[in-house]
């Protein structure tokens, strides 16, 4: 919202052509917007929550399911099902028509995969960075966090560039 606020102010308010005659948008601007456009900014905000929620928990409850810490990786390959479960959601792309059908057309169901998603990432991230330096000799630790925290952003970076592709996913995939 601010972004769109500013961009607003900066673009209409401070160009050359502004005749100081105020259009009925104009003067009503933050309430013409509504809260469907705030549906993205909603979403990103929630998501970094839970992120650091899920961050947070690892301070308080350590992975004590599996008896090693070898065994990460299984929940964090099964993060993996979020790509398919996220696709099969309302998933509208613009401009481009979708041919892969709607699964779960709930948003409620969507807004629990999404809080479930960020909550796991925190969780396991923060897990995996707590357990990578203890994987190697002392002497190595300090480059092992160094090569997990590079891992991880590597693996962020490769999440948003793989997110372009879904607009082409949902419309050529069909069953």
Not at 105 to 121: K, P, Q, R, Y
Request: with cysteine.
């Amino acid at each position: 919202m601010f972004i769109t606020a500013k961009e607003y102010f900066v673009s209409y308010k401070l160009s050359k052509e502004y005749t100081g005659v105020d259009t009925n948008y104009a003067t009503n601007f933050l309430a013409n917007l509504g809260f469907a456009a705030q549906i993205p900014n909603l979403l990103f905000n929630w998501l970094n929550v839970f992120l650091q929620l899920g961050g947070n928990l690892t301070t308080r409850i350590v992975w004590s399911i599996f008896p090693s810490q070898k065994y990460l990786v299984i929940p964090v390959v099964l993060r993996l099902a979020y790509i398919p479960l996220f696709l099969l959601c309302n998933y509208q792309p613009a401009h481009v028509e979708r041919s892969l059908p709607i699964f779960i057309d709930n948003d409620w169901i969507f807004w629990i995969i999404a809080i479930t998603m960020g909550f796991s990432s925190g969780y396991l991230s923060s897990l995996s960075m707590m357990y990578c330096p203890r994987m190697v000799d002392s002497q190595h630790a300090a480059t092992a966090g160094m090569f997990g925290a590079a891992s991880l952003i590597t693996g962020l970076f490769t999440g948003i560039l793989f997110s372009m592709s879904m607009p082409s996913l949902v419309a050529n995939i069909t069953f």
